[in-house]
């Protein structure tokens, strides 16, 4: 078996490197041989290089011949070194550069470097519309190879794969690699598709079912009955698809999200020349053409700009190349992030990016540093012919039948890069152990770790998995099944899921629990069944049954939502249908009949008195049955979607999102005892001012048109505000009662803005501190109840981040005025989460 493998790894070595004619490796160094990180390496008087990652290891790609290899790093003297290379050779070269006191550059050619430089960038701006515009659409061949290792190796045995071997491969194995093969379309302005034809995915899947979740707490937030459909993937991967970044650099601005809260400024920019200071480098004939390298330097080294250099096609005034960093100090996630992209001439005003390579670093913890490298490569252009427009729809990507079935000899033929020994001893090693992973002897075995009863079993829980029959059962440990803080004091709860799921996604779930609390001596417990089917139109048909102690408000204050003002007993019997009308159309339609009864006759807990004190009081009601149907409408336009077998896997839309909510009390239905119809309707979204920073805005209203018997919980409940708690400034006011409601008709209209370091970076001893200023409002109105309150807000906020998760800590001074009341004031602190997903921060 060891034979064979080195075999077939030796096959993969020879044949990953024969697509391209020779490769170069090393490492550059200073003398006395500490890492030059991210020094560069270049064909001289050409644009083709590349640049060293954090380790000074470099990687190079040439075709056979002579060539003079020129290695730079600033502070340092320039080093060339001849090569000749041969078909399928492989050469390893390390170079140890000398410290400069003067920093010595390629021959000076003009005197006035700035004066030259400016001169030629103001061509540069004079043209840059024409080539942004002289492309109306393409189509063109693409290859994308991304992947990201740790700096350190991890060694670990491929000889053998047994069960131990694999567990340990899957958690510490130190690279995560993509590649695909694809067809790529796109059309003017910012509209791209790619259909995918070979996906080559090697990154981080947690093995199925072998986790074992422990759920605490409850729903809270704004009820919403839209699809978050994700596939867990690595955050540190930069490049997956067309959608994760777009390097126009035609453009005047690129937004990046996932790289900086800004938008970026590229270099020939029209209003560029506010943002760098250019230097003329050099001269050199590329092809016969007159190149002009360009030194590009941020004037301000905190904000979204590029540094690096650039390379000008003489008289045409065209990118034929660039090689830049991003400032350090504006990313988000990463330390180090350096794009290189050579461009082809096709027509006289048609110029295009035909190799790009990214190099990145990412800080993961205490000298744990994650390396990242994407190369993409595009051929085979077919530019502003007649397009079928049919193929620029929502659906953003799309994955062939066999994308995923390829096989190596597939990879091969058709990887027009070379891999580095690392990355294909990666590929064999992940390709059989992958094998392993499907098959039924591996999965006998997780369906043994999964059922296996150990000393900690009674803590996490106990469960049955058997994966020919898709089936698995679950029933909680003690850390679910205590609860302290239960209505009426300590109660012990016993929660059991069990699950099904067929070999076309559809899935079948029961979720039970039952619990016990020891001062009023009473049992409850709710039982639940749903089954999904369609998945690609996420429909879910979900009953419901119970007799348990149910929130009033699932968007309560937090001083208020576990109070026992929120609580109350509920006999119910509900049903869900939930489905994807159309693309970015949902709707939920549920009946629920329920017995509402107060909690003021259970004996409560002395610890909720002293901690919710007034807050704590039961809501006083007399007890009711209520008939109703509700019906939650959410249109997303413009939504974008990947499909990818079976699932439908959402991007989102930079639209406005409207919903539309209908509540219908019947009576009489089942001795229903109540009688209103209420509507709501609203809308929210995002909008962009550039390098000013981001919008994001909310507005809805709501009336009772009918309130012929209408009782206290079913008003509607507005998120009370907490004391220095700086709620979601989106949907909530800041200034509010713990507990508010009403039953008439109402306004509410919420707006924030975020500056993104767009004021403070500007400022000397701010800009170093990375702070951002936020402000906004709120207003609303109920006019039968002659109530109207305005408020305004300001605060200072900072990001942080910890591991792969981006937190915004924000502290803030908010005012607020009404009419019934005098002025308020008070200082609030906050904190929002980014969701790399979908780029975006909670508010």
Known sequence: MKIVQFFVFAFFIFIGYSGFCATITGKISDSDSTALSFSTVYVKNSTYGVTADYNGKYFIELSAGTYTLVYNYIGYQIFEKEVVVKNNQNLIIDVYLQKSDVQITEIEIVANKVDKAKKIMRNVRDYRRTYLTSVENFECASYVKTSIENEYEEQISDSTVNDKDFQTYLNKKNMNLIEYVAKTYFKRPDKFKEIILAYHNFTEEKPIGYDRAIVVGMDYGEYDISANYYVYDNPFLFYKNITSADFNFYKN??????LCNQPLVSPIASNSALYYNFTFVTSFYQNDVKINKIKVEPKNNISALFYGNIYIEDSSWALASVDLFINEQALLTYQNFNIIQNYQKFDDSIYLPVRTEIIYTIGNGKDNIILGNTKIIRNDYVINEDVNNKIFNNEIITYEVDAMDKDSLFWVINRPIALRVAELNFITKTDSVRNYYLSDEY???????????????????????????????????????????????YRHKLPIDIQKTFSNDFMAEAKIYVDY???????????????????????????????????????????????????????????????????????????????????????????????????????????????????????????????????????????????????????????????????????????????????????????????????????????????????????????????????????????????????????????????????????????????????????????????????????????????????????????????????????
């Open 253 to 258: 601005q690129l937004d990046l999200p996932n």
């Open 443 to 489: 999965l006998d075995k997780q369906d043994s770790l999964f059922n296996r009863i150990t000393w900690w079993t009674p803590f996490v829980g106990i469960g049955r998995k058997n994966h020919y029959k898709g089936t698995q059962f679950y029933v909680g440990g003690l850390l679910e099944q205590i609860n302290p803080f239960g209505v009426g004091g």
């Open 517 to 843: 609390g020891f001062k009023n001596k009473d049992v409850k417990g709710k039982l639940g069944f749903g089954v999904t089917y369609f998945p690609k139109k996420f429909v879910r048909t979900y009953v419901e049954i119970g007799d348990f102690y149910d929130v009033v408000n699932n968007y309560a204050s937090i001083e208020q939502v576990f109070s026992r003002s929120n609580y109350v007993r509920n006999k119910t019997f509900e049903i869900k249908q939930r489905m994807e009308i159309f693309n970015g159309l949902y709707a939920e339609l549920s009946f629920a009949y329920s017995n509402q009864l107060p909690i003021n006759n259970l004996q409560l807990s002395n610890w909720s008195d002293f901690l919710f004190e007034d807050l704590n009081t039961p809501m006083d009601f007399d007890q009711y049955i209520k008939s109703e149907i509700r019906l939650d409408l959410k249109y997303v336009p413009g939504q974008k979607y990947i499909l990818q077998g079976n699932r439908k896997i959402i991007i989102g839309s930079d639209l406005p999102e409207f919903n539309l909510q209908y509540r219908k009390g019947i009576p009489r239905l089942l001795k229903s005892e109540v009688n209103f119809d209420y509507l709501e309707i609203g809308s929210t979204g995002i909008f962009n001012l550039a390098r000013m920073g981001e919008s994001r805005w909310q507005v809805k209203a709501g009336k009772f048109f009918n309130a012929q018997n209408l009782r206290l919980l079913e008003y509607k409940f507005f998120r009370g505000s907490d004391q220095f708690f700086f709620s979601s400034p989106v949907n909530s006011m800041q200034l509010l009662p713990a507990i508010f409601t009403t039953n008439s008709e109402f306004l509410q209209a919420n707006y924030v803005h975020h500056f993104n370091g767009s004021i403070l970076n500007k400022v000397p001893l701010f800009k170093y501190l990375k702070l951002s200023i936020a402000a906004g409002g709120a207003s609303l109105i109920i006019p039968h109840e002659d109530f109207y309150q305005f408020e305004m807000f300001a605060g200072l906020e900072k990001i942080f981040r910890i591991k792969t998760e981006l937190f915004r800590f924000g502290l803030y001074a908010v005012t607020a005025d009404n009419n019934l009341s005098t002025a308020d004031f008070t200082i609030k602190f906050g904190l929002s989460f980014y969701n790399a997903y979908k780029k975006k921060w909670d508010y």
